[in-house]
């Protein structure tokens, strides 16, 4: 089945240092990839579409100059958290809207997640 | 706006009885709905999801779901349980296949033997 990898898988940085996530669609073009974050016993919430070649789509409430979304080709996107803060700790996870086969439907598959601690 | 509940946080099975999650949504319209699956410290894996016809939806590990327009649900059954699917479940609705997908709280299940 399709695969979607993050990079890295966890990181720890200093507050007010910046942090870049990886997300790849390894076997196939994803032209839509999202992003959502969840808090500890929580669920996943989402925080942007990101549509290859185009400005991501923020959700109400999520800071796009705190989290930029680039993604710049069909198999890559990263999501920056600037200035990290404490309060941005959190497990972020990708997810890649995978191609629709004939007479089938979309799939999404989802990223491994990675969890971002800010000191 | 669509939304989802799953009244139960936590539940708790033996090993080899049946399961049923309960999972509630609020949409408008035909709803796309979905049932996720995250063991700690995972990323999400499809379980199964309903996008139209019929409302009785098979997936993968044995699992499958029904679609009750009535009583806008859409429960996650499995008659025997195994220990390897102690995890966390998400019931998703979405609008429009995956765009604006919104996932409920989620159930904890713990397996007991």
């Known amino acids: 089945g399709a695969v979607v990898s993050q990079h890295p898988s966890w990181v720890i940085c200093k507050s007010g240092t910046s942090v870049k996530i990886e997300c790849r669609s390894l076997?196939?073009?994803?032209?839509?990839m999202f992003w959502y974050r969840q808090f500890p016993k929580q669920s996943l919430m989402l925080m942007a579409t990101?549509?290859?070649?185009?400005?991501?789509?923020?959700e109400q409430g999520v800071e796009k100059d705190k989290f930029l979304i680039n993604h710049a080709s069909l198999t890559l996107s990263t999501l920056t958290v600037t200035s990290a803060h404490p309060e941005d700790s959190s497990f972020y996870i990708c997810?890649?809207?995978?191609?629709?086969?004939?007479?089938?439907?979309?799939?999404?598959?989802f990223g491994p997640g990675t969890r971002l601690t800010v000191l | 706006a669509q939304s989802v509940t799953q009244p139960d946080i936590h539940i708790t099975v033996s090993e080899g009885a049946s399961l049923e999650l309960r999972c509630n949504y609020s949409?408008?319209?035909?709803?796309?709905l979905f049932w996720y699956v995250q063991s700690p410290g995972q990323g999400l894996q499809l379980l199964l999801k309903?996008?139209?016809?019929?409302?009785l939806v098979q997936g993968i590990k044995g699992f499958e779901a029904e679609f009750k327009r009535s009583q806008s649900s859409f429960n996650l059954r499995k008659p025997s349980v195994h220990w390897s699917d102690a995890a966390e479940y998400f019931c998703?609705?979405?609008?429009?296949?995956?765009?604006?997908?919104?996932f409920g709280t989620g159930t904890k299940l713990q397996v007991i033997p």
């Open positions: 998703a609705v979405g609008a429009g296949g995956y765009q604006k997908v919104t």
């Open positions: 309903y996008f139209s016809g019929d409302t």
């Open positions: 997810s890649a809207r995978a191609p629709r086969l004939a007479g089938g439907t979309d799939t999404q598959y």
């Open positions: 949409y408008g319209a035909t709803p796309y």
């Open positions: 990101s549509n290859e070649g185009s400005k991501a789509t923020y």
């Open positions: 076997d196939f073009q994803a032209t839509t």
